[in-house]
Nanobody, 117 residues
């Protein structure tokens, strides 16, 4: 089984920065993709960023230029560096691991990010 544990969330002022971490354990699918998703109150879960085993990245338009996703395969860990945070970034952020063909999807428990003065 694959287990994902997110950390690094918290309260930050607008314009501030946070770095989220996602530590994965267990038997990972070959060529797995790691990603970050978020869900704000009253809204559906949405993609924030993904990174493939070959370090190809995809970002939501709303975070391009502000967020950076990375991964450390030796540690089975993904990171999300978030700069210039805005109140509308407030959400529960979830880590995801899936196979390269969209199968074998796993989710973490989420970490709260709150951007407020």
């Amino acid at each position: 089984q694959v287990q994902l544990v997110e950390s690094g969330g918290g309260l930050v002022q607008p314009g501030g920065s946070l770095r989220l971490s996602c530590a994965a354990s267990g038997s990972m699918p070959s060529g797995y993709v790691m990603g970050w998703y978020r869900q704000a109150p009253g809204k559906q879960r949405e993609l924030v960023a993904t990174i493939t085993s070959g370090t190809r990245t995809v970002y939501a338009d709303s975070v391009k230029g502000r967020f950076t996703i990375s991964r450390d395969n030796a540690k089975n860990t993904a990171y999300l560096r978030m700069n210039s945070l805005k109140p509308e970034d407030t959400a529960v952020f979830y880590c995801n691991v899936r196979g390269p063909y969209g199968s074998d999807s796993y989710w973490g428990q989420g970490t709260q990010v709150t951007v407020s003065s």
